[in-house]
């Protein structure tokens, strides 16, 4: 187990940069999730920590020592695919005593391990099936358990479940969340899917175009996401962006947008008397953070109903006020009706504000934003 | 109306539709819902006449179908595998079918034009299928097989290969855009959100048969078995195995591998007696269990946090409760570690239960939809009957 650091690391394939100068610190036993589109870099980036690709420029650092001159092997690096390979004449026991066996330890250490890690997978009770009888959700358990078995330095996932059927994914979802935590590696878990790294990780590194976005914490990154990119990308049903400009009302600051007005949420009212705010911005607010109906109260708009989707546990209503599409989140009951006129408040504490032109978050002062106050609330 | 009556459907000697009774209704919406392997596009494929049925009878209106040719029962089908023309433009394929049916010109550009844009795929128009990805392609066939008028649309897991963000929307537009068809729709689909965003009413099937046929809201409330209880919901049921007894003269259900006994006033006359007991099972939908991190008058039950998982708006948190495991969904403020202490809420307030697999009991839903749960511990006599 190791604290794995990227310092500046670049890669070039001819005259295409797949990675622009990446740096991130992963702590030791840390969960990191690199998130993205394809084409982010997020695979070329795992691929030369795990030194099957050359960096083209900077430095990757293993407890504080380069590794870049290191052959994959020397790395003591496991990797776990999709697609696990298991060998199908042999037990459950001999596939995960396989990596052991070829780097000769010890009956007994071997044996001791291969229970161990089999028990915090929670397949001890298939060790002596062949894999061929396995389901596909147990085989990937056993492919996952068997790179684990080899204790290594640092743990990569390469969308290990990004095609496994629904229901199976959250149940490996949870088994690889508890493996983590039970073991204490280093795991860097490589995905396209928003939802996987949010329910894995510690800490998610969000990728676009080669750059990293934003390196925080589940939380950090659906409440307080750094740009409009990684607002849209996180997050399901996704949040609602829209522009708006600084404007006087009544003697007040809003924001506005052709004929709706908003009140400037207070979080942000230092920046106004500072002057500091831009005059054109783009309004963040997430489906889960409008009131509704009855309870919307001062400040509401009025918005025209255009589809309800009932999905049991949530409603998501898709409406229109003027020409601005809005999504919005609703408990079960109270269904509202296709056409129908229904008022939507924002939850002032919740909206987020970014600056047009360069897409950046604009920061409350701290303390102003919801879960700060929550996380203080904590302590 | 559309009728399956009694119809199976064999492949050698593999049953792949078992005495499906199916009706759908006029300008209805109707979501065929199963995993992989249930029947769901063989039952399309009956109903298009791709394939006949072994036996049975399907009738459109009261007149059967079987001896109507597939081009003839005025059916449009979507494919999962696309099926689009590779030589045609996207504006090609689109107009394909209003081009076949001698649609005017300018009427035919409005049309494509108006689809394209619904499906977001306006940009396109003049690419051809090679130079699309897997989910444009999927969108082209779903705008093929809904831009000409039709008696019934056949829709073969439409959005199945569309990236997560995109089905979404295009979900919310094929919803808008069915209201105006004034024509039935088939939709099959693995995913129960789809089908309950989209449905009027839902066929679960499985393994051949049907399970229960409902609206969305009857389907997630009132489950009839395990299987739909367990297919419909993310994350889904936890099914915990149990046995009704009387404790002290009062019935309690004891919930298997852990030590807690509930008051189960609402199970009398509901469980079977007799020399055989059946198999008892009950689960709670994982956002009708109240949790806590102390005890309180709702949450009494101790348990133990297994892993929990962010979800932005919620925490997914998976619980050991003795050797059982239950998930929960928890509001998105609280932090749980490993192995803290949890305590949580259950009862016939909050309980589904299953005897061999059927469901005989579910908790009481108010009008508004919403589970009651009354102000009570699980160890106060007072009952709240269905």
Redesign the interface.
């Known amino acids: 187990m190791a604290t794995v650091g990227l310092e500046d690391v670049w890669k070039r394939y001819g005259k295409v940069e797949a990675v622009k100068g990446i740096s991130m610190e992963i702590l030791d036993g840390e969960f990191v999730a690199l998130l993205g589109p394809s084409g982010c870099g997020k695979t070329s980036t795992m691929r030369m920590i795990a030194g099957l690709e050359e960096i083209s420029a900077g430095d990757i650092r293993f407890d504080g020592k380069s590794v870049i001159d290191r052959p994959p092997r020397a790395r003591n690096v496991a990797m776990a695919f999709e697609n696990y390979a298991l060998y199908p004449t042999l037990s459950v026991y001999e596939n995960l005593a396989f990596p052991a066996r070829a780097a000769h330890w010890p009956n007994d250490r071997i044996d001791k391990r291969v229970r161990e890690v089999a028990s915090i997978a929670a397949i001890d009770k298939l060790l002596d099936r062949r894999t061929s009888e396995l389901s596909s959700g147990q085989a990937q358990m056993v492919g996952l358990a068997r790179a684990l078995v080899r204790e290594p330095t640092v743990f990569l996932l390469d969308e290990p479940i990004s095609h496994v059927?629904?229901?199976l994914r959250?149940d490996m979802?949870?088994y690889i969340?508890?493996l983590q935590?039970?073991l204490g590696y280093t795991m860097v878990l490589v995905t396209h899917?928003?939802?996987d790294a949010?329910?894995?990780a510690d800490r998610i590194a969000v990728m676009a175009d080669g750059r990293l976005r934003q390196l925080g914490?589940?939380?950090e990154v659906?409440?307080h996401p750094e740009d409009t990119f990684v607002a849209n990308f996180?997050?399901?049903?996704?949040i609602n962006l829209f522009d708006c400009e600084i404007a006087q009302a009544g003697g007040k600051t809003v924001l506005r947008r052709d004929s709706l007005t908003f009140d400037m949420p207070d979080q942000f009212l230092p920046l106004v008397a500072a002057g500091t705010l831009p005059g054109n911005v783009t309004v963040g607010v997430?489906p889960?953070h409008l009131t509704a109906g009855a309870g919307a109260g001062h400040g509401a708009i009025a918005a025209r109903v255009?589809?309800v989707?009932?999905?049991?546990?949530m409603e998501?209503v898709?409406a229109e006020a003027g020409n601005l599409p809005i999504q919005v989140?609703i408990?079960?009951?109270?269904?509202p009706k296709?056409d129908e006129t229904m008022q939507l408040a924002l939850e002032p504490e919740y909206v987020l504000l970014f600056d047009r032109e360069s897409k950046q978050a604009i920061h409350a002062p701290s303390g102003g934003s919801a879960t700060a106050r929550?996380a203080a609330a904590?302590v | 109306m559309l009728e399956l009556d009694s119809v199976v459907k064999l492949f050698g000697t593999t049953v792949a539709i078992s005495g499906v009774e199916l009706s759908v209704r006029d300008h209805e919406y109707l979501v065929i819902l199963g995993p992989a392997g249930a029947g769901k596009s063989t039952t399309l494929r009956l109903i298009a006449g791709l394939t006949k049925p072994t036996r049975g009878d399907i009738r459109v209106d009261g007149r059967s179908l079987l001896s109507v040719a597939p081009e003839h029962r005025d059916v449009s089908m979507v494919f999962e595998n696309y099926a689009l023309y590779p030589q045609r433009t996207v504006f090609g394929n689109l107009s394909f079918p209003l081009e076949a049916r001698r649609v005017s010109r300018p009427e035919i550009k409005r049309r494509v034009e108006s689809m394209a844009s619904s499906l977001l795929i306006d940009s396109l128009l003049d690419r051809r299928p090679g130079a699309l990805s897997g989910g444009q392609r999927q969108r082209v066939a779903l705008g093929r097989g809904l831009i000409r008028d039709a008696t019934v649309y056949l829709l073969d897991e439409p959005l199945s290969h569309l990236d997560a963000r995109i089905r979404q929307d295009v979900r919310v537009q094929l919803k808008a855009m069915s209201v105006d068809l004034q024509s039935m729709v088939i939709h099959v689909t693995q995913d129960y959100r789809e089908a309950m965003s989209l449905a009027d009413r839902i066929a679960v099937l499985n393994q051949g048969r049907i399970q229960q046929v409902g609206t969305p809201d009857e389907v997630y409330a009132e489950p009839v078995n395990e299987f739909v209880a367990t297919f419909v919901g993310d994350p889904p049921m936890s099914l915990l195995d149990a046995t009704f007894v009387h404790e002290n003269g009062r019935p309690v259900l004891k919930v298997a591998g852990t030590n807690i006994s509930l008051p189960a006033d609402e199970l009398v006359g509901l469980v079977a007696n007799g020399p055989t007991p059946p198999v008892l099972r009950v689960a709670a939908r994982p956002t009708d269990v109240p949790v806590s991190a102390t005890e309180t008058k709702e949450c009494c039950i101790p348990a133990q946090v297994y892993v929990s998982e962010s979800h932005g708006y919620r925490n997914i948190v998976t619980i050991k409760l003795g050797d059982a495991t239950i998930r929960v969904a928890a509001p998105p403020k609280q932090i749980w570690r490993v192995n803290d202490p949890i305590w949580l809420g259950l009862g016939m307030y909050n309980l589904h239960a299953f005897a061999n697999g059927k469901a005989i009991y579910h908790p009481s839903v108010s009008a508004a939809g919403e589970t009651i749960r009354p102000q009570r511990s699980f160890t106060a006599a007072s009952t709240t009957g269905n």
Not at chain 1, 331 to 335: A, K, L, M
């Open positions: 059927d629904a229901r959250i979802r949870t969340k508890r935590v039970e899917d928003q939802e949010m329910a894995l914490t589940p939380a659906y409440d996180i997050g399901s049903p996704p997430r889960f255009v589809v989707e009932p999905l049991g546990d998501i898709t989140v408990p079960p009951g109270n269904r296709r929550a904590l």
